[in-house]
């Protein structure tokens, strides 16, 4: 059975059960005014999301589920070609599962994955391997720690499996606005492109966008109204900068040059001699890295230093781009094609803030944080941005929360974004690592590059400081020479050790960060905490792999295991405890075993959440199947009258959670933990779990 159909006969069954008169999805989501002085106009759209990329579309997938309306607003008249970002890691991949089964249609349609499982070095393409390194390991594919394995999809692609998601739910893609009106009320479940917003107006009752259209050669303004309005525009966000938020952190890192091209005939040779990922090329002609998006169609992008201004944008045409890539090669495809150019900067910094004018506006993905794509934690954080955010959001519009709720958004990602970011300089560092052993420390190549524009620059024609700049790169490159780096040269042969050592001990560019993945934990926010005695940092970003260790702690993610359902007649499949959350609404889920106690605890959950109008939903988790349903029917007895749980069996969960079958687990609807009883609770559990419930919503 797949999980899709599982998850949907899974909660179906809960939905069956569910008292008449219990609190059930509130039909004011959209209506019913903000309380706090946040007032919001019934008439309006909910969320606007400005930016139409990967995490302004997952956004509003989630958004859709959860039953908040919202429509998206993009710049640009289509959807980039570009391949961008290209691995999802687990999170991400787990996020996927919920979305219509999208993870399982990336699986299906990624390359193989022995096709991109390793990275490269090489002096060319054609030519000899310095070494290479295998990012995959067997725990990768054995589904222990997650119900999914890591994914290599171009974001180009994964953009379009999104639209379609969306266009299955209802979502139109318009540019043909009318030009004539200025004021807009804004549809619901419209993809506008070709819309720039150029002003941002918020006040108590609201937000004015205000966005700038051209149609053949006329431009017009339109203003348009909602509650919220969401920036995933990107690093450069104009939200961003409309807000006056800062950035702080590293800035401009290195300057690159993209090269999108097509070669079936690379690819081919590839796919034969040394599949890969990436590809570090270094020669005494030409340095590079190429991004292998997809082997057996022939599409990579070419990433190469650039140094401006003695160096131009508009030197790299497609024909000089083709024989720069030849060098790399070493030797010249017949079938090439140069499809797109690009100029990108690096940057590691995060937002100095996520929110501005009382919570109404929010910042998400690369709006909020950018990084070296070391390790692919740009768009991943976004999309994990975006499921933080979508229940947070929901729950203010639910009225389930105030708006103040929505600073927690801030108060957790900002933690996690500003980690990443340092994780992903570490792991850049450990990139500079490898030309650093053969003889090209690129921190040399940068202060050359400063000097070059800081004392030459004063007297020296631009053609003559473009002289300058290749002789000296040119000279840097004799290190990388055949009559030098070889094991019969001493100095090539102690570099070539070196470069070994670097290979051997992890020390070179990681794909993979299972800790920091699946691990990462909110230190405070929507949670309760226990103290600080038991709280222990994440270990300082060093780069390098570190394994995933599952946690019960409050503020981690839920740990996988796979489970059944009691009762043998509704479900032999295994199943993950992530399954257990709902990804369809704002529903709470409470972890007991099943014992006196706990079930007494389930009692006052039930009824909290009739006090709070949240939903809460009880996982019974058994040791052992219990014989002739025995244990179905002491659920349903000991639980009346609510009937909003599921019995399932996970012989070692508890031992999992480092905790004893006395304690109980609760779990938000971003699958991050809440909340947790090691032991047995001590004192009036009504009492204990109204004060979590408001500790967490922020009543």
């Known amino acids: 059975m797949g999980f899709p159909r599982f998850t949907r006969r899974l909660h179906g069954l809960h939905r069956t059960r569910t008292r008449s008169s219990a609190i059930v999805r509130n039909p004011y989501i959209q209506r019913r005014a903000f309380s706090d002085g946040n007032n919001g106009n019934d008439s309006l759209l909910p969320v606007l999301i400005v930016g139409a990329g990967p995490v302004g579309l997952v956004l509003s997938i989630l958004l859709t589920k959860l039953g908040v309306k919202c429509a998206v607003m993009e710049k640009s008249s289509g959807f980039s070609r570009h391949p961008q970002a290209h691995f999802i890691n687990n999170r991400s991949m787990e996020v996927f599962r919920k979305v219509n089964g999208l993870a399982d249609e990336i699986l299906v349609y990624q390359p193989p994955v022995d096709l991109w499982r390793k990275f490269v070095y090489c002096t060319s393409l054609t030519g000899p391997v310095l070494g290479s390194v295998d990012h995959m390991q067997p725990q990768d594919f054995d589904r222990i720690v997650s119900p999914v394995s890591v994914a290599h999809f171009s974001q180009y692609k994964l953009t379009k499996f999104l639209i379609k998601q969306l266009e299955d739910i209802g979502f139109h893609i318009r540019s043909d606005v009318s030009m004539n009106s200025k004021d807009c009320q804004l549809a619901e479940r419209e993809i506008l492109l070709g819309h720039e917003c150029t002003s941002i107006n918020a006040t108590e009752n609201g937000v004015t966008v205000t966005a700038n259209i051209t149609r053949e050669g006329k431009h017009v303004e339109k203003k348009f109204q909602c509650n919220f309005v969401v920036g995933t525009d990107g690093?450069?966000?104009?939200?961003?900068?409309?807000?006056?938020?800062?950035?702080?952190?590293?800035r401009d890192l290195q300057k690159l040059i993209s090269v999108h091209f097509m070669s079936q005939e690379l690819g081919q040779y590839l796919i034969e001699e040394k599949p890969g990922m990436l590809f570090f090329v270094f020669n005494t002609e030409a340095i590079g890295v190429f991004v292998a998006h997809d082997l057996k169609q022939g599409e990579f992008v070419l990433q190469v230093p650039f140094y401006p201004p003695q160096q131009k944008f508009e030197d790299?045409?497609?024909t000089m781009c083709e024989k720069l890539i030849f060098k790399l090669v070493?030797?010249?495809?017949?079938?090439i094609n140069v499809l797109d150019v690009k100029p990108w900067v690096m940057h590691a910094e995060v937002a100095e803030a996520f929110l501005a004018c009382n919570n109404r506006i929010i910042l998400a993905g690369d709006a909020a944080h950018r990084f070296p794509p070391a390790g692919g934690f740009g768009m991943n954080t976004g999309i994990q941005d975006a499921h933080n955010l979508a229940w947070k959001l929901a729950s203010v519009l639910e009225r389930i929360a105030p708006p103040s709720f929505l600073s927690t958004y801030e108060t957790e990602r900002k933690q996690i974004a500003v980690f990443n970011t340092e994780l992903s300089v570490q792991n850049f560092k450990a990139a500079m690592e490898v030309p650093a052993a053969l003889g090209l420390d690129p921190s040399i190549a940068n202060s050359v590059h400063r000097t070059i524009n800081g004392t030459f620059g004063s007297f020296l024609p631009s053609n003559l400081q473009r002289v300058v700049l290749d002789g000296i790169f040119s000279i840097g490159r004799l290190q990388l020479s055949d009559s030098l780096l070889n094991e019969n040269n001493p100095i090539g042969s102690s570099r070539l050790s070196k470069?070994?050592?670097?290979?051997?001990?992890?020390?070179?560019?990681?794909?993979?960060?299972?800790?920091?993945?699946?691990?990462?934990?909110?230190?405070?926010?929507a949670l309760v905490s226990e103290g600080d005695s038991s709280w222990t940092p994440q270990e300082t970003p060093t780069g390098r792999r570190r394994d995933y260790v599952p946690s019960s702690d409050p503020g981690s993610r839920l740990p996988h295991m796979n489970i059944q359902l009691l009762s043998p007649l509704l479900s032999k499949d295994a199943f993950s405890t992530l399954d257990l959350v709902s990804g369809d609404k704002v529903e709470f889920l409470l972890i007991i075993a099943p014992i006196k106690e706990s079930y007494r605890l389930a009692h006052a959950a039930f009824k909290v959440a009739e006090e709070f109008k949240v939903v809460v939903k009880v996982c019974v988790m058994w040791r052992e199947k219990a014989s002739d349903g025995d244990g179905i029917s002491r659920s349903e007895k000991t639980l009346l009258p609510w009937k909003n749980f599921v019995d399932v069996v996970g012989a070692d969960w508890w031992e999992l959670c480092g905790m004893t079958d006395r304690g109980a687990v609760l779990v938000r609807p971003d699958e991050h933990i809440a909340w947790r009883a090691k032991s047995e609770i001590d004192g009036d559990p009504f009492l204990v779990l109204k004060k979590v419930f408001r500790a967490v919503l922020g009543i």
Not at 508 to 515: G, H, V
Request: proline letters at 2%; aromatic letters at 10%; charged letters at 25%.
């Open 235 to 250: 690093a450069g966000s104009t939200v961003r900068k409309l807000m006056g938020i800062g950035m702080r952190g590293k």
């Open 330 to 335: 070493g030797r010249e495809l017949a079938d």
């Open 499 to 525: 470069l070994r050592q670097i290979f051997d001990q992890g020390k070179s560019l990681q794909l993979q960060f299972p800790a920091e993945d699946l691990g990462f934990r909110y230190s405070k926010g």
């Open 316 to 318: 790299f045409s497609s």
